[in-house]
């Protein structure tokens, strides 16, 4: 019986043994505590792209062009109105034919504010067709009662010299009705929706590259001396505008000079209008004219709310270099003249031909 108890004894106290060896026994123990890893993901920043300007594509740093509203100025285009004042600002400026086949222009401004803007001139009856899909402001110096009624009844703030306030003056310098111009600022103040613009034109983005075929120079044959020239400058890579083969510049010197030029075909008559009659609902051909090339498409708009849509032969839309634009509207049956550019020489890499060895006879 006593070894018995001693034997239990002697296995419990071998027991104690082991537990206080793997417990240390008691906390006296040196061994290092494990320490806990923690891993921080780095922030990742994303900065946000720039603004773009609704009518020209380009980055808009400061937004602005997104807090104000289209504002369409008609400019007289008359030898005794140049050099005009503020066309160089506009986004898009769209040329037409009058009475007399002498062209004015309706121009578009909303990324930047002209200084001065003029000579303002009167108003016609496909102007209202023009300016509807972006509203906005329209200014103008009176017409006929059929194409004030429509203008009136367009989407704009209707502004005419009686309605400007301060915002337009007359240059006595000149004589009427050649001298009416306008403070840009003030213009814009007068207020028009929707703000910002809906885009007129859809625009290439990042790498991508306009491509159709190489163009020097091209001509629109306007009739009465107001045909204009084209001649593409690669360095700025736009399209520097001539006429009567001399420079068309503004009154501060600098050469109208857009990103692109579209030559858009169009149809008579809008009734009731003395002038610039020409149908811009509908549909007809376009040569749009961007980064040196040209690719000849269509173009198309279904009703006068709708902006016009320009597609190449596939049907596809056909983008445009971020930049400014000038439309050519031209009867049907205007001729255009284009200079293409020279084809570049294929050079043919040489061919090496591998000395052939004969096999020595034995």
Known sequence: MCGVFRSKFVALAAAAVSVCILASCGGGSNAATPKRTTTTAPTTTTTPPPPVAPETGLPDPGGQSLTRPAMWVKIENLDVARPQQGLVAADVVYEQITEGDITRFIALFNSTVPDIVGPIRSA???DADVVTPL???FVYSGAVPNTVAL???APVNAVDE???GAAMFRDNTKYAPHNLFGHGAALFALGGQPVPPPPLFQYLSGAQ???GDGVLAFDVGFPSGFAVDYTYDPGSNTWKRSMSGQPFVVATGEQVAPTNVIVQFVGCCVPGDEGARYQTVGQGDAWVFSNGQLIKGTWSRS????V???TDATGQPIKLTPGKTWVEFAPVGTPVNVTPAPVPATTVPPTTVPPTTKPKKK
């Not at 009703?303 to 709708?306: A, C, G, I, L, S």
């Open 124 to 126: 016609r009856v496909m």
């Open 135 to 137: 509203g906005g402001i």
């Open 151 to 153: 203008i009136n009844a």
């Open 162 to 164: 009686d309605k400007a």
């Open 209 to 211: 590259k306009f491509t």
């Open 303 to 306: 009703d006068r709310t709708q």
């Open 308 to 310: 016009t849509r320009f």
